[in-house]
């Protein structure tokens, strides 16, 4: 999931950068689910290992974003995607 590049000096907005790794993230813990993973897990997936801190904040800012939308959950221990975002995937995939 890193960037190859610096994206700000392609022309990308840091508005469009977090919603293509909110979109990234969404379609990952859909296509994972039923498996469960942890905030850290997930981190680990989608920014490297080791993630530096720009990685893991903005992860963190995707998971808050996503689950203010309700599109994810998280619980003391795992981050999921919602019933609602499951049903939208499965109606998209029709």
Do not use: N, W
């Not at 897990?41 to 530096?52: C, F, S, V």
């Not at 599109?71 to 981050?79: D, I, M, W, Y």
């Amino acid at each position: 999931m890193q960037a190859t590049i610096d994206s700000r000096s392609a022309g990308v907005t840091t508005c469009a950068e977090d919603d293509a790794l909110e979109s990234a993230l969404v379609r990952h813990l859909l296509d994972l689910y039923p498996t469960q993973l942890t905030r850290t897990e997930l981190r680990r997936e989608m920014g490297g290992d080791p993630g530096g801190f720009a990685e893991c904040d903005a992860i963190d800012r995707a998971v808050r974003e996503l689950t203010a939308a309700g599109l994810l959950h998280e619980g003391k221990e795992f981050v999921v995607p919602t019933r609602a975002a499951l049903r939208l995937s499965e109606l998209l995939e029709r």
